[in-house]
Nanobody, 125 residues
Framework: VQLQACGGGLVQAGGSLRLSCAAS????????MGWFRQAPGKAREFVAA????????HNADSVKGRFTISRDNAKNMVYLQMNSLKPEDTAVYYC???????????????????WGQGTHVTVSS
């Protein structure tokens, strides 16, 4: 299984970025796909998640109304559209996958099975 995240970069506060995650190596039906982030000196934290097959998105309170997770099943891609970026959004962003046949959404990094390599997002003030 491979998850490859890209799309990070340097952006001014108020700007936008779209992160992409290419998933390969297996069928991701019955999986939950998530985005997490980790700022220097801090623990990895949940950002957003969605079921691969269907269902609504789940977002952390800190990004609600600003970030949107989506997927393109035909292309095996998961996206994170980030708008109205703030300096506190600066972090390494990771995509992750967790087997969840019940469809339950998981919010803890340790519970995810597969991880991408991370992409850096820096928001300047």
């Amino acid at each position: 299984v491979q998850l490859q995240a890209c799309g990070g970069g340097l952006v001014q506060a108020g700007g936008s970025l779209r992160l992409s995650c290419a998933a390969s190596g297996r069928s991701f039906n019955n999986y939950v796909m998530g985005w997490f982030r980790q700022a220097p000196g801090k623990a990895r934290e949940f950002v957003a998640a969605t079921r691969w097959s269907a269902g609504s998105a789940h977002n952390a309170d800190s990004v609600k109304g600003r970030f949107t997770i989506s997927r393109d099943n035909a292309k095996n891609m998961v996206y994170l559209q980030m708008n109205s970026l703030k300096p506190e959004d600066t972090a390494v962003y990771y995509c992750a996958a967790r087997f969840s046949p019940s469809g339950s959404i998981y919010y803890t990094a340790q519970t995810y099975d597969y991880w991408g390599q991370g992409t850096h997002v820096t928001v300047s003030s």
